[in-house]
């Protein structure tokens, strides 16, 4: 609704990248017309490894208009832990980028490289699937940090984050004034909580990238793009 309403406002922004609403859509829709066509559906689980950037969000979009649920795994991560989220999720797909193929084990899922298919998902219909979701399915799957034993995962469904996201977006009162930081790792649900408020109220979201800022650029950052929501630890 809100890329409908208006669709050449800025959405998302990454360093020098930046996407308005109607490119997260028609992005998103791109890909989920994709993954419909490699079996992707409601409760099918896709795992989104990537680095930091404005696809992080357009994945998860894309997912969710598919009607599955993600996994994300930081690319980052020990490869016993990555095998055991994979092997653990039932992951029918892996959304990732070349550079990362080598960090992902031998036994994996149909990965997906968004950099190498590009013309491939330019192709895909830019029109949003027809696709029979409802509140009480899967949105996401997050894992333990495995402190106390192996990690587990933890479902939750789209019901659940929807009412959050809607309280947290009143509560915050945003509008499309507003620029919001996505700071948190997509291994936290916080991550979520500053990406769907922001795109249910029209704001801009603006996604850190890989490197930490120091305290200095920190407050540069703050200046440069205006931002007005910060979620810190």
């Not at 997906?112 to 330019?122: K, S």
Request: charged letters at 20%.
């Amino acid at each position: 609704r809100q890329a409908k309403k208006t669709p050449e406002a800025v959405a998302v922004a990454c360093g020098q990248e930046t996407l308005t609403y109607r490119e997260v859509s028609e992005r998103s829709s791109r890909l989920a017309n994709h993954l419909l066509a490699l079996g992707v559906g409601p409760e099918t689980v896709v795992a989104i490894s990537l680095e930091r950037s404005t696809d992080l969000v357009m994945t998860q979009l894309a997912v969710w208009t598919a009607g599955g649920a993600y996994v994300p795994i930081d690319p980052h991560f020990p490869a016993n832990r990555v095998a055991l989220m994979l092997k653990d999720s039932e992951a029918a797909v892996l959304l990732t980028q070349s550079s990362l193929l080598r960090r992902q084990p031998a036994e994996r899922p149909m990965a997906v490289c968004l950099d190498r298919e590009r013309a491939l998902l330019a192709r895909e219909s830019r029109e949003t699937p027809a696709v029979a979701t409802t509140g009480d399915n899967h949105a996401y799957l997050l894992y333990t940090s495995g402190s106390t034993g192996q990690p587990k995962g933890v479902l939750v469904s789209h019901g659940a984050i929807a009412e959050h996201c809607l309280n947290a977006r009143d509560c915050y009162e945003l509008d499309p004034r507003d620029v919001v930081l996505q700071f948190a790792s997509l291994s936290f649900d916080v991550s979520l909580e500053e990406i769907l408020p922001t795109l249910i109220a029209g704001a801009r979201l603006v996604v850190m990238g890989a490197s930490v800022w120091h305290p200095a650029e920190f407050h540069r950052k703050i200046s440069e793009f205006g931002l007005t929501v910060l979620n810190l630890p």
